[in-house]
């Protein structure tokens, strides 16, 4: 028990120190790049490494006073890391192929790979053996569904999430050739309403999986 939460210890002070250096050199590179106008806090990436650094910070303290936690917390852990989960892959599987090789460089190594790995990795060492409740999974839509209705006022106001781009990233721009629910042979290949659906099913997918694999560990450990 106690080398576990060593490690826990460990992965957390990972999280938190990547998405604190990675969001600064986020922020810096977004000021310079948007000429004054730093918008990189209206993107999920940031907004998820800040809520997963701050549901870790808020762990190390609940381990320095040894504290048990209690069933919501597992559950907004939950949350917390099938939302950084959603930023790597998006990331890894769907920026980087579209958009290419070009997007690779510390910062979004640290926010995108680095933060997700020790996160993921955090919630087994954490949760191992806790039994959540399955139907609380539908709790792991909630952040990237509010993100998504945030993007879709921003895209009617006319916000600009770069410089004049309406959209935070290509799967949410409800201007394009798909629009909403169709179809297209170049990016975004298809409707904004299709993509959130199928993101949808992988986060309800994935935080399925990570609570059995979470239950199946724990049984391994006793």
């Known amino acids: 028990m106690k080398i576990r939460k060593t490690i826990s210890f460990v992965l957390k002070l990972i999280v938190i120190l990547s998405a604190a250096i990675g969001t600064i050199m986020s922020a810096s590179a977004g ?20 809520a997963i650094a701050l549901i870790c910070l808020i762990g190390c303290f609940l381990l320095l ?4 936690a ?3 917390w597992y559950v907004v852990k939950l949350v ?20 290419g090789p070009g ?10 790979v680095i933060v997700p790995a020790a996160a993921i990795a ?16 539908i709790y792991v839509l909630l952040p990237p569904l509010l993100y998504a209705i945030y993007a879709g006022i ?24 798909a629009g909403a629910f169709g179809f297209t042979n170049r990016l975004p290949y298809m409707g904004c309403v299709w993509w959130i659906l199928i993101l949808f099913l992988f986060l309800i997918f994935i935080g399925w999986l990570y609570i059995f694999l979470a239950e199946r560990i724990g049984k391994g450990h006793r």
């Open 31 to 50: 000021r310079h790049a948007f000429m004054g106008g730093n918008r990189v806090f209206m993107y999920f990436t940031i907004q998820s490494n800040i």
């Open 65 to 68: 006073r040894k504290k048990p």
């Open 70 to 72: 209690g069933p919501v």
């Open 80 to 99: 917390g890391t099938v939302s950084i989960t959603l930023t790597g892959v998006v990331f890894c599987a769907v920026l980087v192929p579209a958009i």
């Open 103 to 112: 997007l690779w460089n510390l910062q979004n190594t640290l926010t995108h």
């Open 122 to 137: 955090d919630f087994f060492v954490v949760a191992a053996g806790v039994r959540i409740k399955r139907k609380n999974v």
């Open 154 to 177: 921003g895209y009617v106001r006319g916000w600009e999430f770069a410089s004049g781009q309406r959209y935070p990233y290509f799967f949410l721009n409800w201007g394009s050739l």
